[in-house]
């Protein structure tokens, strides 16, 4: 099984849409989780680190079910510019290092 | 310059050639990263440094050798490349404390490498 898993997309929403997506994690004991956002052919940038309690940043929401092992990033009012892939982020345990899904694809249409 | 820088950027190299890709950190950190990352793949850890000191070498091939001179700088070493190895390869940061929580990490811009 894989550490972390995301479902790949695409998920094509219109401006203004609400899209949200989950991204599954396979070790009980991870700690620390992130969503990151790539753009084509950028580099991954942080988005936000997701905290238990859930957390918001502007239109974005993170939400972490410790008991189903899962993420998730909602986005409210989509913009054009919100197009991108979104990479789930979780910390391997017993270390500092991180593992990375395979990312969501999300493109909002005009 | 602010954050992780790379250079080169983009980089054309024959499978005989040897090069060296590049990685500055402005952030204060104590660990760095290399990663691959292929078209449509997850990103691969490579290689790990902490406090100068090479923690993880993630079964990567001998033809990729990494060099950390100091905290603030990363290399790495390539020579008789294949072209399975064209991926994007890019560096990362963070500050690690030991039996502290994992912080994020902040990426370098990439170096685009096709081996032909």
């Known amino acids: 099984r894989k550490e972390v898993e995301q479902d790949p997309g695409p998920f094509n929403v219109p401006e203004g849409a609400t899209v949200a997506f989950n991204c599954t994690y396979s070790n009980s004991a991870s700690q620390s989780f992130f969503w990151y956002r790539q753009d084509c052919r950028k580099e991954p940038k942080l988005l936000m680190s997701?905290?238990?309690s859930g957390n918001e940043d502007g239109r974005f929401t993170a939400q972490l079910n410790r008991a189903s092992q899962y993420i998730s990033l909602l986005i409210r009012d989509s913009k054009l510019s919100d197009s991108a892939t979104y990479l789930c982020?979780?910390?391997?345990?017993?270390?500092?290092?991180?593992?990375f899904g395979a990312g969501t694809t999300v493109t909002v249409r005009a | 310059e602010t954050g992780v820088t790379q250079t080169p950027r983009h980089l054309v190299m024959g499978m005989t050639n040897k090069k060296s890709l590049k990685c500055e950190q402005h952030l204060g950190h104590n660990a760095m990263y290399w990663y691959k990352q292929s078209a449509k793949k997850p990103l691969e850890l490579m290689f790990v440094?902490?406090?100068?000191?090479?923690?993880e070498n993630n079964s990567v091939p001998s033809r990729f050798s990494p060099e950390c001179p100091n905290s603030s700088h990363l290399f790495l070493h390539l020579h008789t490349l294949q072209p399975e190895d064209s991926a994007l390869y890019l560096c990362?940061?963070?500050?690690?404390?030991?039996?502290?929580?994992?912080?994020?990490?902040?990426f370098g811009p990439g170096t685009r490498l096709t081996v032909t």
């Open positions: 990362a940061s963070t500050q690690h404390l030991a039996g502290g929580p994992t912080y994020e990490q902040y």
């Open positions: 997701v905290y238990s």
């Open positions: 440094y902490s406090l100068e000191e090479r923690v």
């Open positions: 982020v979780v910390n391997r345990v017993d270390d500092y290092k991180l593992s």
